[in-house]
């Protein structure tokens, strides 16, 4: 395949907003692709190298293409999937003296080469960014579209071993055998689990019914394997993070089953065995340096809340209720997420505020009956926390991407300070399609610097933020960061005036966070 008809395929994708032509866009690519190409197309069209990482990053592909800003652009473009997979393996093999330059050159070809359009194609591919409003969940239907097979075993097997190009590689050209022959594996991870929220836990009771309610701790969701003495951690993205984590390591070896895959999360302990901040642990969790240093400094400790594969058994389609007892048979009392059945909203009420009262994050409640609907955000279980509003100016906001494409979208948040204000993070969750057509006007017409991606505004607009936490940051030059921020609307009655102070936002970090 001519790489110009996977992107004209990206762009015809990125310029609907129906799903259904998006889907049939991108099925219609993919069933053109010959076995040799199917791993190539599917990897692009999510914006990843089927190589990884191949040493050249935005500051030299930029480079590259400010010198050729004012080249004239070729009228067509013979290259193939092949010719710029052969060019990217070449450029990952590149190494010793002069690589830089090297793969400058080779790179450089390349973009020679190509068309305006391949040229924006391939720069996205290499950082990451091919934003066409196709999410997983819509190439996993264009597969399915394109081999003729039902969507939901398409995305069962996905949901089996979160391997975007592996699926649809196995559906293409296997088909409907290929895709039944997934099954969990010890050692690939799953796509996790997720949660709907529940504003109370009246809400959740009446939704669920009976329920299973868990402390919710503020920490770094894993997913741990084990096969006898081999064990090994994965991140909420699938992410090997093994070697950062030797103490969760050496908990789950210590373990008396044969093999298992546990779902959990990771809490940094302090010098006084207390959990820290969520911001600590995920620092400590990301070290992959000098890590018995860090370790020294601050401890990890899993606990888990599922178990999906245990002793040869597959768990995923086993009843919530099943999954626990088999959890609390394996694993030690100390790695247990504390947790009561109910269908009593006075006892679950009464679990909620004892976990508030620990300082911990909120609760979830499960449908004792579910299935583990791994990748799948699903009502059966909802999380339950506090919901804390802020009022805070709107400073910037950044133009979006897929769907989103020629609006503002991602606001750029801050708070009073003496005469100015401080930025304490972003969002662009909250939003309507009338919101993001209002705001994209209204923001314009207090911009004071419009660059290529990001708008600068005068401080005018004051918008109502629901956030989950605020932590310690050393990105902003508050020193505080939100968490969880999501627009509630903008306040048109409210002057920048009346918005909410640094301090004021220090002093919810302390009473979220006390003795912190």
């Given at each position: 395949m001519q790489l110009r008809e996977l992107v004209d395929a990206s762009v015809a994708t990125g310029a609907t907003r129906s799903r259904k032509k998006k889907i049939s866009t991108l099925a219609a690519v993919l069933a053109a692709l010959t076995p040799e190409e199917v791993p190539l197309g599917v990897a692009w069209l999510s914006g990843k190298m089927v190589q990884g990482r191949i040493?050249?990053?935005?500051?030299?592909?930029?480079?590259?293409?400010?010198?050729?800003?004012?080249?004239?652009?070729?009228?067509?473009?013979?290259?193939?999937?092949?010719?710029?997979?052969?060019?990217?393996?070449?450029?990952?093999?590149?190494?010793?003296?002069?690589?830089?330059?090297?793969?400058?050159?080779?790179?450089?070809?390349?973009?020679?080469?190509?068309?305006?359009?391949?040229?924006?194609?391939?720069?996205?591919?290499?950082?990451?960014?091919?934003?066409q409003g196709a999410l997983e969940g819509v190439m996993l239907d264009a597969v399915a579209q394109a081999a003729g097979l039902p969507a939901a075993d398409v995305r069962r097997a996905h949901m089996l071993c979160g391997d975007l190009g592996r699926v649809a590689t196995a559906?293409?050209?296997?088909?409907?055998?290929?895709?039944?022959?997934?099954?969990?594996?010890?050692?690939?991870?799953?796509?996790?689990?997720?949660?709907?929220?529940?504003?109370?836990?009246?809400?959740?009771?009446?939704?669920?019914?009976?329920?299973?309610?868990?402390?919710k701790l503020d920490?770094?969701?894993?997913?741990?394997?084990?096969?006898?003495?081999?064990v090994r951690v994965y991140t909420r993205k699938l992410h090997d993070a093994t070697a950062g984590v030797p103490e969760i390591v050496e908990a789950v070896r210590a373990l008396p089953v044969e093999s298992a895959i546990l779902d959990g999360e990771v809490l940094g302990l302090g010098p006084d065995?207390?959990?820290?901040?969520?911001?600590?642990?995920?620092?400590?969790?990301?070290?992959?340096?000098?890590?018995?240093?860090?370790?020294?400094?601050?401890?990890?400790r899993p606990v888990w809340f599922d178990v999906l594969y245990l002793n040869?058994?597959?768990?995923?389609?086993?009843?919530?209720?099943?999954?626990?007892?088999?959890?609390?048979?394996?694993?030690?009392?100390?790695?247990?997420v504390p947790q009561t059945t109910t269908r009593s909203v006075e006892e679950a009420e009464a679990f909620y505020d004892a976990v508030l009262e620990e300082g911990q994050e909120g609760v979830?409640?499960?449908?004792?009956?579910?299935?583990?609907?791994?990748?799948?955000?699903?009502?059966?279980?909802?999380?339950?926390?506090?919901?804390?509003?802020l009022d805070l100016v709107v400073l910037a906001a950044e133009w979006g991407h897929g769907r989103r494409k020629g609006w503002l979208s991602n606001l750029h948040l801050g708070a009073r300070d003496g005469d100015g204000f401080v930025m304490l993070g972003k969002t662009f969750k909250g939003m309507t399609d009338a919101t993001l057509a209002w705001q994209t006007e209204a923001l314009q017409a207090?911009?004071?610097?419009?660059?290529?991606?990001?708008?600068?505004?005068?401080?005018?607009?004051?918008?109502?933020?629901?956030?989950?936490?605020?932590?310690?940051?050393?990105q902003y030059p508050g020193g505080l960061a939100l968490r969880f921020a999501r627009l509630r609307g903008y306040r048109h009655d409210r002057d920048v005036s009346s918005s909410a102070t640094l301090e004021e936002v220090r002093a919810l970090y302390d009473a979220l966070h006390p003795g912190a």
């Open positions: 040493g050249v990053g935005y500051a030299q592909i930029k480079e590259q293409l400010d010198a050729r800003i004012d080249a004239p652009e070729i009228a067509t473009s013979t290259l193939s999937l092949a010719d710029v997979n052969a060019c990217f393996d070449e450029i990952a093999a590149v190494a010793g003296r002069g690589s830089k330059a090297r793969r400058g050159a080779l790179l450089g070809d390349l973009l020679d080469r190509s068309t305006r359009a391949e040229q924006a194609f391939v720069v996205r591919v290499l950082i990451g960014e091919v934003r559906g293409l050209l296997g088909g409907a055998a290929a895709i039944a022959g997934f099954r969990i594996e010890v050692f690939v991870p799953l796509q996790p689990m997720l949660a709907q929220t529940a504003q109370t836990v009246a809400e959740a009771s009446e939704r669920l019914g009976e329920a299973v309610f868990e402390t920490g770094v969701r894993v997913q741990a394997h084990k096969r006898g003495d081999e065995g207390k959990p820290v901040p969520f911001q600590e642990t995920m620092s400590r969790f990301a070290t992959r340096r000098n890590v018995r240093a860090a370790r020294a400094t601050l401890t990890l040869g058994e597959e768990l995923i389609d086993t009843p919530q209720r099943d999954r626990s007892a088999a959890l609390l048979a394996a694993v030690p009392e100390a790695q247990q979830m409640a499960k449908d004792p009956a579910a299935p583990y609907a791994a990748g799948k955000r699903g009502a059966a279980w909802l999380k339950v926390k506090p919901v804390h509003t207090i911009a004071t610097d419009a660059g290529e991606w990001t708008v600068q505004v005068r401080p005018h607009w004051v918008v109502e933020i629901a956030i989950g936490d605020v932590q310690r940051s050393t």
